[in-house]
């Protein structure tokens, strides 16, 4: 049965001829909104590991998926160390040994040898245009990649650097960018504690796109307040910007993040299974067909997650998911009104 979705994996196999995985990559980066909050803590959901993939955490190796929660797990580091003084270098050996270690890993559990470049964690775009420059180049000679694949926010981003980035596709290398949207809702992204607001959003995606770079957009559902009106409210700004592709997460509630605190207090929730997925239906069914969609839930580790706990695995959302999905008769885009 066809997916009712469009899908990433299939995306890429029609693009290139064959899968292709990505390699995060951790280069050092610190964010912009956590430089500049108080106790360093940024955006409200978000831990110290800032998304970095989970065979680089190489201090935790001693969990699986079937752990428990540890609520000490998180130290709330910060790279700039909560000074406001924020200053990036890379440690290049480092680097070596992330991208080696990911494309064994990546290679033995999939058995290929195509793989793109993922710098991941926290705002990859957060230093002077020449710092950027010396690291972009140094990650691209690592090895034969078929992407540059570079996450950061919306507030962190210039023309200057948008240039360069765009250049890398005169090396006949894919670019994507991807941006944090979150929510369509700024009265969200302010209890989010994100720091930017949509109309910031748009003025930056748009100035991705003018420059023919591919662009992914973050969506986060779920979240405290959120009701169908603010949900409409993202669904709107993911169709005026019209992204290549779209990611997907439901709320998670992580060790150490000013959330749990709220969590623990009482006063706030995760979405459970059945409402993420109808999350999700409802986001797809309004957004145009050929948006890509790369990712429809959070993979927080189990170690880290206070909430909630009994979301089931990858393969058993998707699963039930398109169940869902067909049995309504609905795929991707069958509500969208351009």
Not at 225 to 242: M, S, Y
Request: proline share 4%; charged share 25%; with cysteine.
């Amino acid at each position: 049965m066809a997916c009712p979705y469009n899908s990433y994996a299939e995306h890429l196999r029609k693009k290139y001829g064959h899968s292709v995985f990505r390699i995060g990559i951790d280069a050092g980066f610190s964010c912009p909104n956590r430089c500049k909050s108080p106790d360093g803590s940024g955006c409200s959901y978000c831990d110290s590991q800032g998304a970095r993939a989970a065979y680089l955490r190489t201090s935790e190796s001693m969990f699986n998926r079937s752990s428990g929660f540890e609520s000490d797990i998180d130290s709330m580091s910060c790279a700039c160390e909560n000074t406001g003084v924020y200053s990036f270098n890379f440690d290049k050996e480092d680097i070596r040994a992330q991208v080696e270690r990911g494309v064994e890993f990546v290679r033995r559990r999939y058995r290929t040898d195509c793989f793109s470049a993922y710098l991941q964690s926290f705002s990859n775009t957060f230093a002077p245009v020449e710092k950027l420059r010396e690291l972009y180049d140094f990650v691209l000679s690592l090895r034969p990649w078929q992407e540059l694949i570079i996450s950061t926010r919306p507030d962190c981003i210039d023309g200057n650097k948008l240039d360069l980035i765009a250049s890398y596709k005169e090396r006949g290398t894919g670019v994507c960018i991807e941006l944090g949207l979150q929510s369509g809702d700024d009265e969200i992204l302010k209890r989010m504690n994100r720091g930017h607001d949509v109309k910031c959003l748009v003025k930056a995606a748009r100035a991705v796109k003018a420059r023919g770079i591919e662009l992914c957009l973050h969506v986060l559902t779920g979240y405290p307040g959120e009701g169908k009106a603010q949900l409409d409210r993202t669904i709107e700004v993911v169709n005026t910007v019209h992204p290549d592709s779209l990611k997907i997460h439901n709320l998670n509630i992580v060790a150490g993040t000013a959330l749990y605190d709220d969590f623990l207090k009482g006063e706030v929730t995760a979405p459970c299974m059945t409402r993420h997925i109808e999350n999700v239906i409802y986001i797809l069914r309004r957004i145009p067909s050929d948006v890509v969609i790369e990712r429809l839930m959070c993979e927080t580790p189990p170690h880290r997650l206070a909430c909630p706990r009994l979301f089931a695995d990858k393969n058993r959302f998707l699963r039930a998911l398109e169940a869902e999905m067909h049995e309504r008769n609905a795929v991707q885009g069958d509500f969208f009104k351009s």
